[in-house]
């Protein structure tokens, strides 16, 4: 039987210049937008992505350049996805509600094994956003390792 995980990993240098995607459930959107007010000057520095309306609120009440994708459950959490998938997001904030089912719950959880898998750093509330904005390595490249697929896609190509 085929591994189902790539044995073996390359190294991602993420830029000083993040790719940010910045997503909320309805009943977390306040919050976010309030830790975004708090961090708008580091934010400033980086580009920014975000789902429907959580964009649209960053960019027009902090004048924020965000790109805007769907709104989640209309496919915007995979769009996310995808740019994880191809390299092109560096960090993930998305403060979701643990009180409020989500009718596109396996998307999020989708979208959360997509970061996990080519280890993006996420935060999922204020304080693990704090944390992750605040650190020394949002400014300046980071080295770390990701799954090598395209060994992984030959290997199981291979085999079959």
């Not at 007010?37 to 960019?59: C, F, N, Y």
């Not at 995808?82 to 390299?87: C, S």
Request: glycine content about 6%; overall charge neutral; charged content about 20%.
């Amino acid at each position: 039987m085929t591994d189902p995980r790539p044995r073996r990993t390359v190294q991602r240098t993420l830029p000083a210049r993040k790719r940010i995607a910045l997503i909320a459930h309805d009943g977390k959107k306040e919050e976010l937008l309030a830790w975004a007010t708090r961090w708008q000057q580091t934010l400033a520095d980086h580009e920014l992505v975000g789902t429907g309306t959580t964009a649209g609120r960053i960019s027009a009440q902090l004048g924020l350049t965000v790109e805007g994708m769907m709104s989640g459950p209309l496919g915007g959490d995979q769009q996310i996805g995808a740019r994880i998938t191809e390299q092109r997001l560096d960090l993930l904030v998305f403060f979701w509600d643990p009180f409020a089912p989500q009718p596109h719950d396996p998307d999020v959880k989708a979208l959360l094994r997509l970061a996990a898998l080519w280890n993006i750093p996420v935060a999922c509330n204020a304080a693990s956003a704090d944390f992750l904005i605040s650190s020394p390595w949002l400014s300046q490249p980071y080295e770390m390792t990701i799954p090598d697929a395209q060994a992984w896609v030959a290997s199981r190509n291979s085999q079959g």
